[in-house]
């Protein structure tokens, strides 16, 4: 039973005066006893149907009359354009109701019932993700995703980078340990991973360009609109690479998301009401780069307490990023704000050598990366320096060991990047089925 009739051809009037079948799901329903407008519902689109006793017969019409909202359907007709809402519309001959909904369980997301829910109308989404998922604003995000995903595997591989894959159960944190995810490993401890870093640096002398998308985990005990404690993570990983060798390809991913949203979703980015132009510019201009200090200088200039040596929370990148008209790199963080990985500055020590790529809109940070740094003895000065156990990190210090080279990579936070490129409020809008503190369910 395969499908090759689309709504979205139907109504790009592909089949204008064809007879179709079109195999979807009943998005709406009303009319008479002699007549009934079943909007149709598919992963492209929805199309009118018109259902007339007089031409399918009462066993037909009495079926489509009974058939409630999401049950799914076959139904034949004839496709004619009008000039009402939908501009095409299909004259049904045949009708068959392939999965049913029950009467006493209807579908159960409704005006009144987002409306009436104890928790609110969000938790009630939540809750009913699994059928929220069929619905236009999710179908259409779920969509964005996709090309997401595509641009960034498009961009890696056009530039001879080699996906590469790292284990998810680790041993030692990657970004500090108030968000590891412990989980009970056979009489011994495991954490699920935060980075897929520390195993890309030891493939780097094998590959030198690789890069990755898989989930990585964070115990964010608190919800925010851009944290998750399951996200999906692009990571790179470079040899020969100084800092600035490493931005160039975080602003090339970026922009060429951009650019693939505006060449394959320019309807579904209209839909999420977001500006072309806006997303235009984007994919056009470069983005500046800041140092750490500039940047403080501007926050406390705009009166937002911030000292020294702090690193910036979502409150202040937001109050940064809501003039920038496009994406910002800070760079030169102050050592003390930033995990042991990162290379300090030969110039001056107190920062290292790493940059946070902050979107605009109040959005802030999509992109952490930078040097890492590659000598046996100053990895471990690092790692003492934090008081942390050398045992997880031994093979992470042996890469030096052997032929350390400079080399850096960032990590992009793809449902960030969704979120802001979707213009959604949330992170969770993003992602099929969001995890956080409070939610492993659907
Ligand atoms: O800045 P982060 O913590 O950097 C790293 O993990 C590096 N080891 C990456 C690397 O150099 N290979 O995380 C990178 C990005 C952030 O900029 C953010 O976009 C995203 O990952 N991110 C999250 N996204 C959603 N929910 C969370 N809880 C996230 N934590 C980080
Ligand atoms: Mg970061």
Redesign the pocket.
Known sequence: MTKDTWIGDVRAGNYDGEEVELKGWIHRSRGSNKIRFVVLRDSTGTVQCVVKRDSVGDAIFDAMKDALIESSVIICGLVQPTDREHGHEVQVSSATVVGPVNPERPFPITESAMAEADGGETEFLLDNRHLYLRTGRMTTMLKLRSTVFGAIHQYFRDRDFIEYQAPNFVAGA??GGS?LFEVPYFGRKAYLT????LY?EAAMPALERLYTMAP?F?A?KSRTR????E?W?A???IAWASNADVMEHGEGVVRHIAKSLLEERETELESLGRDLDLIARYADNPYPRMRYDEAVETLQGMGVGIEWGQDLDYSKEKVLTEDFDVPHFLTHYPRIAK?F?HRPDPDDPKYVLCH??LAPEGYG??????ERTWSEDKILERIDEEGTPHEPYEFYIDVRRYGGVPHG?????V???CAWLGGADH?RETIPFPRDSRRVTP
């Open positions: 990657v970004e968000t935060q980075s897929w870093q890309a990585s964070r964010e851009r944290h998750l404690t996200f993570h990571e790179m990983e995990p990985y946070d790529l940070e999509i992109i952490g990366g930078g990579g960032f990590g992009l936070g449902d960030r990047v992170i």
